[in-house]
């Protein structure tokens, strides 16, 4: 089992930036695919992003693209999700998953996919 902590929410005004990490321990080998999904009051849990390893292809959603990117640093087993330009649309719990696999990019956005999840981060964006 992997074990995920998100950090770095909080409550900004819209336009500002926030850089979201998730640490992971445990056996760390099972993090091939990692991914950000969030999920706003009374909605359903929607993908954001998400990065392979080892060869760092990653996906965004059509809605953060060009705001919010993705990374990694294996050498920390943490996961990087740098979030520029934000919106109040943007205001959810943030949570990490990670997947054994080396998803294929089609698979990356679904969150059946993913086995390990992290409790999550809240992020209020005021506008």
Known sequence: QVQLVESGGGLVQAGVSLRLSCSASGRTLRTNTMGWFRQAPGK???????????DTATVHADSVKGRFTVSRDSAKNTVY???????????????CASSSR???????????????WGQGTQVTVSS
Do not use: K
């Open 44 to 54: 359903e849990r929607e993908f954001v992003a998400a990065i392979r390893w080892p």
């Open 102 to 116: 080396r998803l294929i990019m089609s698979a990356m956005s679904l969150n059946h996919m993913y086995i390990d």
């Open 81 to 95: 999700l740098q979030m520029n330009g934000l919106r109040a649309e943007d205001t959810a719990v943030y949570f």
